[in-house]
């Protein structure tokens, strides 16, 4: 007999319930904030919006569901099951946040804070829940495809991200590493840089967006469907031993980067988790390009 869906509801904490857990009580956090000019009200206020769209949430699960919690903080020791209805109450960043460790699975975006979020990922209000679980597991339900991704290793490590990954040193110190493009003809290019982002199109309203603007760069960015990548290195330096030739480019489907290590240490991580990264060393290679997995947003 089949289990019946599971809904995983993905949450972070709250600013209010950090500074509790760094000052200890609600008068020394109070206390805290208004030596720096601020009030625990709009903080308190904020934290009990989060609770109640959790609470409401919930309570939309059908009975005959199985259903579970994830804080983003865990994600990357939580198994999710095939089976399984991806609930995110929060922001646009946590849907990516939790975008690396789904295989397929049908994800829901509830905004805690109308008006506060873009609402790129995170389109529907706590009222829409009921209706959106319905949907997520009904023949024929309606879902983006959104464009991910990915980073394999040379030892089999790898890496899944929905807006960005970047590649350097974990401080984002200058490194050394050998670039090369399936798209681009030419040997690869010895170069020092402070890092390598390859983005998606659902990352280009956040940092490959910035990169894009900062080089004013001719190529359109891709939409968040488009199964296609942007790539740029960061600051790249010219001198006698590297190059500053190949500091952008696009790929298609079955085009990949390879970046070889010349430093003693690379970390890979993807939409600001730096918790969970690939670590690689001197001599090791890792290639980035469109990966076959992609984020089933339920629309």
């Not at 991200?161 to 401080?171: H, K, Q, R, S, V």
């Not at 670039?179 to 030419?186: H, I, P, T």
């Not at 690939?278 to 984020?295: C, D, F, K, N, P």
Request: some cysteine.
């Amino acid at each position: 007999m089949s289990l019946a869906p599971r809904a995983v509801l993905v949450h972070r904490r709250t600013e209010y319930e950090e500074l509790l857990a760094r000052h200890g009580t609600h008068g020394q956090a109070a206390f805290f904030l208004s030596s720096r000019g601020r009030s625990i009200d709009e903080v308190a206020r904020r934290h009990d919006r989060t609770c109640n769209a959790l609470r409401q949430v919930a309570a939309a699960v059908p009975l005959t569901w199985r259903s579970s919690r994830v804080e983003r903080a865990d994600l990357d020791r939580f198994l999710f099951a095939p089976q399984d209805v991806v609930v995110v109450v929060g922001q646009d960043g946590l849907v990516a946040n939790t975008a690396k460790y789904l295989r397929g699975q049908p994800v829901v975006g509830i905004d805690t804070a109308p008006g506060s979020n873009p609402g790129v990922l995170v389109r529907h209000r706590c009222t829409d829940a009921a209706a959106l679980l319905r949907a997520a597991t009904a023949t024929g339900s309606r879902a983006e495809e959104l464009t991910m991704v990915e980073a394999v290793a040379d030892d089999t490590q790898r890496l899944l991200a929905l807006n960005e990954i970047y590649l350097g040193a974990p401080g984002h110190q200058t490194t050394r590493y050998r670039l090369a493009s399936d798209a681009e003809k030419g040997p690869a290019e010895v170069q020092a840089s402070s890092g390598v982002l390859v983005g998606t199109g659902t990352g280009a309203t956040g940092w490959l967006r910035s990169l894009w603007l900062e080089r004013g760069s001719p190529t359109v960015l891709p939409a968040p469907r488009d199964r296609r990548l942007l790539w740029f290195v960061r600051e790249a330096w010219p001198s006698p031993t590297t190059g500053t030739t190949k500091v952008a480019g696009e790929l298609g489907q079955g085009q990949q980067l390879q970046l070889t290590v010349e430093s003693d240490r690379i970390t890979v991580f993807g939409d600001g988790m730096e918790n969970d990264a690939l670590e690689l060393t001197w001599g090791q290679s890792v290639r980035l390009g469109i990966a076959e997995t992609s984020l089933h947003l339920v629309t």
